[in-house]
């Protein structure tokens, strides 16, 4: 697609109910990333995908998180019994592994909010 | 432990001045640093990247200079415009990922 799609925008779910948070990135992009945005906050890193493989998940907060890619493009990312503090906004973004002077396209992003 | 620091203060300038954003960093020896621009309500959009052996790099209005002695990076934009108000965000490379700071709102009156 012409960006990286994120869905949904806005989520509002009870505490201990699971979500699941997609994001469409780039085609032909290699690498996808997930972060999460508290409000005032700069972006803390969850995970990233080279493929469908995860070398990096070192900054998912708990064992309540995942993320998988499936044929290399779009990715899931699951919170389980969610948490009042897991209210954020999770940002995806894609790019072409090792291409840094291109940096990162990032989604619009995903509002969850936990009541 | 690694840190990012920049300054959480708003940055208030008259249109048509030289804005000046700082990232300092703690603990990285980063090959790249990156600067976004962040509106309201949307992704960050990426403006430019430094390589450690680079200096300074232009961008139109934007100059950006990356100190590895002093750990530090500038982020300038020249003749400051309304359009530019945003929140600057750096972010400096980690073992294939990158690290963001939280970012300096600059608000640009006209």
């Known amino acids: 697609g012409a960006g990286v799609s994120q869905s949904p925008s806005n989520k509002v779910t009870e505490k201990g109910k699971d979500v699941e948070l997609r994001c469409d990135p780039i085609s032909g992009h290699t690498a996808l990333y997930w972060y999460r945005q508290s409000l005032g906050q700069g972006l803390e890193f969850l995970i990233y995908f080279q493929g469908n493989s995860a070398p990096d998940k070192s900054g998912l907060p708990s064992d309540r998180f995942s993320a998988e890619r499936t044929g290399g493009s779009v990715s899931t990312l699951t919170i389980q019994r969610t948490q009042q503090e897991d209210s954020a906004v999770y940002l995806c973004?894609?790019?072409?592994?090792?291409?840094?002077?291109?940096?990162?396209?990032f989604g619009s992003g995903t509002r969850l909010t936990v009541v | 432990s690694q840190k990012i620091e920049q300054n959480s203060e708003a940055l208030n300038i008259q249109e048509g001045k030289t804005a000046t954003l700082t990232c300092n960093y703690t603990?990285?020896?980063?090959?790249?640093l990156q600067w976004y621009r962040q509106d309201p309500g949307r992704g960050p959009v990426f403006l430019l990247l430094i390589r450690e052996n680079e200096k300074e790099k232009r961008k139109e209005r934007l100059k950006v200079t990356f100190d590895t002695t002093l750990k530090q990076s500038l982020f300038h934009i020249t003749a400051s415009q309304p359009a530019d108000s945003a929140t600057y965000l750096c972010a400096l490379d980690n073992f294939n990922k990158f690290y963001f700071g939280s970012g300096t709102k600059l608000n640009v009156k006209p």
């Open positions: 603990n990285y020896s980063p090959a790249y």
């Open positions: 973004a894609s790019s072409l592994m090792g291409q840094n002077d291109y940096g990162y396209t």
